[in-house]
């Protein structure tokens, strides 16, 4: 198939996809380097251009997309809600919050929530909450707090959170940088205790680390990194924004381990891939720092963020999705190792979470699956990431790889 959708210097035909990107590009900032697709419509696993072509996401929104696009009842959720109340702000209560901090605690097994917006705020609250836990708890002394981060992390676009970043193109034009973090290599628990003193407050982690080109840590390293924290007295903040809500076919990617972190992020799928909805779990004693005042956001714990929330938790609650993305995931790692090309350095991943990376640049790659039907995503240049909605059919997955094959073996 010719791809009609790179940018072309003569005019196009209105609506046309190469009329809309020129459109797009001309007026937006050029922050990102998509695929060109022009997607219009969606249902479950499958998206569709403006030329009415179809693509089965094997992206999923970065995991925000775990339960389908579009899911009825998530949609019905969204719709009802939205002829009911859609804002109150926290001056004042909403009718569905309660029920959603049920069931986000309830499944996730933790004592206290606070609802934020975006993955990147639900990092900022958990970074203050545990600062605040040193001064109040562990009596470090004002503006001394320390956090430990790995390697290869990516926790959102902040000024903050890219001030600890290892990417120099996150953070070096963008200086100041926020002091208070100290990054030591990935997976390595003892290269964590190495770099605790007094002052740390928490350690913060990926449990499998996505943008980094899904990397999963040595097994063990959760369990390993609970003792560290246990032993020094600094809290575990498990970044699961990415990995959590049945991705890697637990209900958390760090359920894989006995260890259980002091403090879970969640984003992305939280909000069905409808919605952009975050929360930040902990005990009672840790949530309870934040005292009226301390922290908030004017659209955090609205009613249909709430309501979207609640029956994304129930999708993946009612529909099985951990146990179905174990399995699929097991039997896409599979086929994708069984297949034969010099080009393929090494297939890894957990549940639906996999990277397949590559000898050379992976852009070329899928940009040739995207002309086949297939859409997926670079991540650190030499690895594909595949990671597909929950719900997709085994069908569809042999649907994809044999157009995965196609392309690494040609
Ligand atoms: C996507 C992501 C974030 C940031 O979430 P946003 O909603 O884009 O702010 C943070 N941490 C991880 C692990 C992510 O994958």
């Not at 714990?301 to 097991?330: F, I, T």
Request: charged letters at 20%.
């Amino acid at each position: 198939m010719t791809s009609t959708l790179e940018p072309t210097q003569t005019p196009a035909r209105p609506g046309t996809a190469a009329d809309l990107l020129r459109r797009e590009d001309a007026l937006g900032a050029h922050n990102y380097k998509p695929l060109n697709v022009v997607i219009q419509r969606a249902q479950g696993s499958w998206v569709w251009d403006t030329d009415g072509r179809r693509y089965l996401d094997c992206l999923s929104a970065y995991s925000a997309v775990n339960q389908g696009h579009c899911h009825p009842r998530i949609i019905g959720a969204l719709t009802e809600q939205a002829q009911q109340v859609t804002l109150t702000s926290r001056a004042f209560r909403n009718d569905r919050l309660a029920a959603f901090y049920e069931t986000v605690t309830r499944l996730l097994n933790f004592e206290a929530v606070i609802p934020m917006n975006t993955g990147a705020e639900a990092v900022e609250t958990a970074i203050k909450l545990a600062r605040k836990w040193a001064y109040e708890v562990k009596g470090v002394a004002p503006h001394q707090a320390e956090i430990i981060v790995m390697d290869g992390n990516f926790h959102g676009r902040t000024t903050t959170l890219v001030s600890f970043s290892s990417e120099g193109q996150y953070k070096d034009a963008f200086g100041p940088l926020t002091p208070g973090f100290v990054r030591v290599p990935y997976g390595d628990a003892a290269a964590i205790e190495a770099a605790i003193t007094p002052n740390t407050a928490a350690v913060l982690y990926e449990p499998i680390q996505g943008e980094a080109g899904v990397i999963v840590p040595p097994e063990g390293f959760l369990t390993a990194l609970r003792g560290v924290c246990d032993r020094h007295g600094a809290l575990m903040i498990a970044d699961e924004i990415q990995t959590g809500l049945g991705r890697t076919g637990q209900w958390l990617a760090g359920d894989h381990e006995p260890a259980r972190p002091d403090v879970v992020i969640l984003g992305k799928a939280l909000g069905g891939g409808v919605y952009p909805v975050s929360a930040v779990l902990a005990s009672r004693a840790v949530m309870d720092l934040f005292q009226p005042g301390d922290h908030g956001s004017t659209f955090g714990g609205n009613p249909l963020a709430a309501a979207v929330a609640q029956a994304s938790l129930e999708v993946l609650e009612d529909e099985n999705l951990p146990a179905r993305a174990a399995e699929l995931g097991e039997y896409l790692r599979d086929r994708l190792r069984a297949i034969n090309s010099p080009r393929v350095k090494e297939v890894r991943g957990r549940g639906l979470l996999i990277g397949v990376e590559l000898h050379e640049p992976a852009r070329l790659y899928c940009e040739a699956l995207r002309d086949l039907g297939v859409l997926c995503k670079e991540t650190h240049e030499t690895t594909m990431r595949l990671a597909p909605p929950l719900v997709t059919s085994r069908e569809d997955l042999d649907w994809a790889l044999e157009r995965i094959e196609q392309v690494l073996t040609a």
